[in-house]
Protein backbone atom coordinates (compact mmCIF):
# COMPACT_ATOMS: atom_id res chain seq x y z
CA UNK A 1 0.00 0.00 0.00
CA UNK A 2 1.57 3.09 -1.54
CA UNK A 3 0.73 6.17 0.91
CA UNK A 4 2.75 8.42 -0.91
CA UNK A 5 2.80 8.49 -4.41
CA UNK A 6 4.32 10.47 -7.54
CA UNK A 7 2.55 9.31 -10.82
CA UNK A 8 5.06 11.33 -12.92
CA UNK A 9 8.27 9.38 -13.18
CA UNK A 10 9.38 12.14 -14.91
CA UNK A 11 9.41 15.70 -16.11
CA UNK A 12 11.00 17.67 -18.88
CA UNK A 13 10.41 21.22 -18.57
CA UNK A 14 12.58 24.50 -20.78
CA UNK A 15 15.33 26.70 -19.03
CA UNK A 16 13.49 29.70 -17.32
CA UNK A 17 9.96 28.12 -17.14
CA UNK A 18 7.86 26.83 -14.45
CA UNK A 19 8.77 23.25 -13.24
CA UNK A 20 5.54 21.37 -11.17
CA UNK A 21 6.46 18.22 -9.54
CA UNK A 22 3.27 16.46 -7.92
CA UNK A 23 2.47 14.35 -5.17
CA UNK A 24 -0.92 12.25 -4.05
CA UNK A 25 -1.21 10.95 -0.08
CA UNK A 26 -3.39 8.40 1.35
CA UNK A 27 -3.05 8.86 5.11
CA UNK A 28 -5.06 11.10 6.84
CA UNK A 29 -2.97 11.38 9.71
CA UNK A 30 0.28 12.67 7.76
CA UNK A 31 0.88 16.17 9.54
CA UNK A 32 4.67 17.50 7.99
CA UNK A 33 5.45 16.86 4.17
CA UNK A 34 8.76 17.77 2.84
CA UNK A 35 10.45 17.71 -0.31
CA UNK A 36 13.57 16.54 -1.24
CA UNK A 37 15.97 16.68 -4.03
CA UNK A 38 18.50 13.76 -4.78
CA UNK A 39 21.30 12.94 -7.31
CA UNK A 40 22.82 9.34 -7.76
CA UNK A 41 24.71 7.59 -4.82
CA UNK A 42 23.95 10.57 -2.90
CA UNK A 43 22.14 11.36 0.22
CA UNK A 44 18.88 13.45 -0.05
CA UNK A 45 19.32 17.03 0.23
CA UNK A 46 16.05 18.96 2.10
CA UNK A 47 14.70 21.61 -0.12
CA UNK A 48 11.69 22.75 1.54
CA UNK A 49 8.93 21.58 4.50
CA UNK A 50 4.95 22.45 4.88
CA UNK A 51 3.12 21.66 7.99
CA UNK A 52 -0.64 20.32 7.76
CA UNK A 53 -2.22 23.33 8.91
CA UNK A 54 -0.56 25.27 5.74
CA UNK A 55 -1.15 25.59 2.61
CA UNK A 56 1.44 27.29 0.87
CA UNK A 57 5.35 27.89 1.82
CA UNK A 58 7.84 29.78 0.09
CA UNK A 59 11.47 29.70 -0.30
CA UNK A 60 13.26 31.64 -3.04
CA UNK A 61 12.63 29.80 -6.27
CA UNK A 62 10.76 27.30 -4.37
CA UNK A 63 6.83 26.79 -3.42
CA UNK A 64 5.10 24.11 -2.24
CA UNK A 65 1.30 23.86 -1.75
CA UNK A 66 -0.50 22.32 -0.45
CA UNK A 67 -4.75 20.92 -0.47
CA UNK A 68 -5.17 18.82 2.39
CA UNK A 69 -9.13 18.05 1.11
CA UNK A 70 -7.17 16.72 -2.08
CA UNK A 71 -4.80 15.19 -0.11
CA UNK A 72 -2.18 16.67 -2.81
CA UNK A 73 0.58 19.16 -2.67
CA UNK A 74 3.22 20.21 -5.47
CA UNK A 75 6.51 21.52 -5.35
CA UNK A 76 6.77 24.70 -7.48
CA UNK A 77 10.53 25.42 -9.08
CA UNK A 78 10.41 28.84 -10.60
CA UNK A 79 12.58 29.73 -12.92
CA UNK A 80 13.64 26.36 -13.30
CA UNK A 81 17.42 26.11 -13.89
CA UNK A 82 19.61 23.59 -15.10
CA UNK A 83 21.42 22.61 -12.27
CA UNK A 84 17.82 21.59 -10.89
CA UNK A 85 17.97 18.88 -13.18
CA UNK A 86 18.08 15.78 -10.33
CA UNK A 87 15.29 13.38 -8.95
CA UNK A 88 12.84 14.96 -6.68
CA UNK A 89 11.06 13.24 -3.67
CA UNK A 90 8.11 14.18 -1.34
CA UNK A 91 7.96 12.59 1.92
CA UNK A 92 5.29 12.97 4.58
CA UNK A 93 5.31 12.67 8.54
CA UNK A 94 3.13 10.67 10.35
CA UNK A 95 2.02 11.57 14.02
CA UNK A 96 2.44 8.81 15.35
CA UNK A 97 6.24 8.72 14.20
CA UNK A 98 9.25 10.66 13.35
CA UNK A 99 9.80 8.38 10.15
CA UNK A 100 9.19 9.68 6.66
CA UNK A 101 7.65 7.68 3.72
CA UNK A 102 8.87 8.60 0.61
CA UNK A 103 6.81 9.11 -2.74
CA UNK A 104 8.83 7.04 -5.72
CA UNK A 105 10.50 10.18 -7.15
CA UNK A 106 10.15 12.10 -10.32
CA UNK A 107 13.19 13.10 -12.60
CA UNK A 108 13.22 16.43 -13.07
CA UNK A 109 15.33 17.33 -16.59
CA UNK A 110 15.64 21.17 -17.18
CA UNK A 111 16.97 21.59 -20.74
CA UNK A 112 19.22 25.20 -21.32
CA UNK B 1 23.15 23.10 10.10
CA UNK B 2 23.26 19.04 11.26
CA UNK B 3 24.99 16.74 9.62
CA UNK B 4 25.17 13.32 9.36
CA UNK B 5 28.65 11.18 8.38
CA UNK B 6 28.14 7.96 6.61
CA UNK B 7 30.79 5.59 5.46
CA UNK B 8 31.73 3.98 3.97
CA UNK B 9 30.71 5.52 0.77
CA UNK B 10 30.76 2.28 -1.42
CA UNK B 11 31.77 -0.66 -0.83
CA UNK B 12 32.26 -4.25 -3.41
CA UNK B 13 32.04 -7.38 -1.16
CA UNK B 14 31.78 -11.19 -2.05
CA UNK B 15 28.92 -12.81 -0.85
CA UNK B 16 28.57 -14.67 2.48
CA UNK B 17 30.80 -11.71 4.21
CA UNK B 18 29.40 -8.91 6.50
CA UNK B 19 29.53 -5.02 5.78
CA UNK B 20 29.29 -2.02 8.70
CA UNK B 21 28.14 1.20 7.53
CA UNK B 22 28.20 3.75 10.02
CA UNK B 23 26.63 7.15 10.73
CA UNK B 24 27.85 9.75 13.09
CA UNK B 25 25.94 12.73 13.65
CA UNK B 26 28.84 15.49 13.99
CA UNK B 27 27.54 18.66 15.44
CA UNK B 28 24.11 17.42 17.87
CA UNK B 29 22.95 14.22 19.35
CA UNK B 30 20.80 11.87 17.97
CA UNK B 31 19.10 9.69 19.73
CA UNK B 32 17.37 8.10 16.88
CA UNK B 33 18.49 7.23 13.50
CA UNK B 34 16.16 5.99 10.80
CA UNK B 35 17.80 3.64 8.29
CA UNK B 36 16.92 3.34 4.32
CA UNK B 37 17.16 1.68 1.73
CA UNK B 38 17.37 1.97 -2.18
CA UNK B 39 16.90 0.26 -5.34
CA UNK B 40 17.52 1.16 -8.50
CA UNK B 41 15.53 4.33 -10.08
CA UNK B 42 12.60 3.36 -6.75
CA UNK B 43 12.11 5.07 -3.78
CA UNK B 44 13.81 5.00 -0.04
CA UNK B 45 12.08 2.54 1.50
CA UNK B 46 12.68 2.92 5.69
CA UNK B 47 14.12 -0.19 7.00
CA UNK B 48 14.44 0.03 10.64
CA UNK B 49 14.83 3.07 13.21
CA UNK B 50 17.25 2.49 15.84
CA UNK B 51 17.13 4.26 19.28
CA UNK B 52 19.95 4.90 21.43
CA UNK B 53 19.78 2.46 24.06
CA UNK B 54 17.46 0.38 23.28
CA UNK B 55 16.54 -2.83 20.57
CA UNK B 56 15.60 -0.93 17.14
CA UNK B 57 12.79 -1.12 15.60
CA UNK B 58 12.10 -3.40 12.14
CA UNK B 59 9.56 -2.50 9.39
CA UNK B 60 8.04 -5.08 8.04
CA UNK B 61 10.01 -7.62 5.63
CA UNK B 62 13.27 -6.85 6.93
CA UNK B 63 14.87 -9.34 8.51
CA UNK B 64 16.55 -8.32 12.13
CA UNK B 65 19.00 -10.96 11.93
CA UNK B 66 20.00 -10.04 8.86
CA UNK B 67 20.19 -6.48 9.32
CA UNK B 68 22.03 -5.62 12.48
CA UNK B 69 21.19 -2.32 14.17
CA UNK B 70 23.87 -1.07 16.82
CA UNK B 71 22.97 2.12 18.45
CA UNK B 72 25.84 2.83 20.68
CA UNK B 73 26.51 6.29 21.14
CA UNK B 74 24.18 9.14 20.65
CA UNK B 75 26.43 10.22 18.09
CA UNK B 76 26.75 6.70 16.04
CA UNK B 77 24.58 4.00 14.72
CA UNK B 78 25.58 0.90 13.07
CA UNK B 79 23.86 -1.11 10.30
CA UNK B 80 25.40 -4.26 9.71
CA UNK B 81 25.01 -6.67 6.61
CA UNK B 82 25.31 -10.13 7.66
CA UNK B 83 26.02 -12.61 5.24
CA UNK B 84 25.57 -10.61 2.24
CA UNK B 85 24.08 -11.43 -0.88
CA UNK B 86 23.96 -10.35 -4.05
CA UNK B 87 20.30 -9.49 -3.90
CA UNK B 88 21.26 -6.99 -0.79
CA UNK B 89 23.01 -4.89 -3.15
CA UNK B 90 21.53 -1.56 -2.93
CA UNK B 91 22.09 1.84 -1.79
CA UNK B 92 21.55 2.62 1.94
CA UNK B 93 21.13 5.92 3.74
CA UNK B 94 20.86 7.05 7.46
CA UNK B 95 18.54 10.13 8.54
CA UNK B 96 18.77 12.08 12.01
CA UNK B 97 15.17 13.48 13.08
CA UNK B 98 14.64 17.38 12.49
CA UNK B 99 17.18 19.36 14.22
CA UNK B 100 15.66 22.77 13.43
CA UNK B 101 13.90 24.28 10.47
CA UNK B 102 16.05 22.44 7.76
CA UNK B 103 14.05 18.81 8.03
CA UNK B 104 15.80 15.58 8.44
CA UNK B 105 19.50 15.49 7.97
CA UNK B 106 20.55 12.41 5.52
CA UNK B 107 24.31 10.83 5.10
CA UNK B 108 25.38 10.68 2.00
CA UNK B 109 24.55 7.00 1.51
CA UNK B 110 26.43 3.88 1.18
CA UNK B 111 26.63 2.07 -2.15
CA UNK B 112 26.86 -2.08 -1.49
CA UNK B 113 27.64 -4.37 -4.01
CA UNK B 114 27.86 -8.43 -3.83
CA UNK B 115 29.69 -10.05 -5.58
Known amino acids: DQQVKQNSPSLSVQEGRISILNCDYT??????FLWYKKYPAEGPTFLIS?????DKNEDGRFTVFLNKSAKHLSLHIVPSQPGDSAVYFC???????????FGGGTRLMVKP | GAVVSQHPSWVICKSGTSVKIECRSL??????MFWYRQFPKQSLMLMAT?????????EQGVEKDKFLINHASLTLSTLTVTSAHPEDSSFYIC???????????FGSGTRLTVV
Open chain 2, 95 to 105: SAPPQGVDGYT
Open chain 1, 27 to 32: NSMFDY
Open chain 1, 50 to 54: ISSIK
Open chain 1, 91 to 101: AARGNAGNMLT
Open chain 2, 27 to 32: DFQATT
Open chain 2, 50 to 58: SNEGSKATY
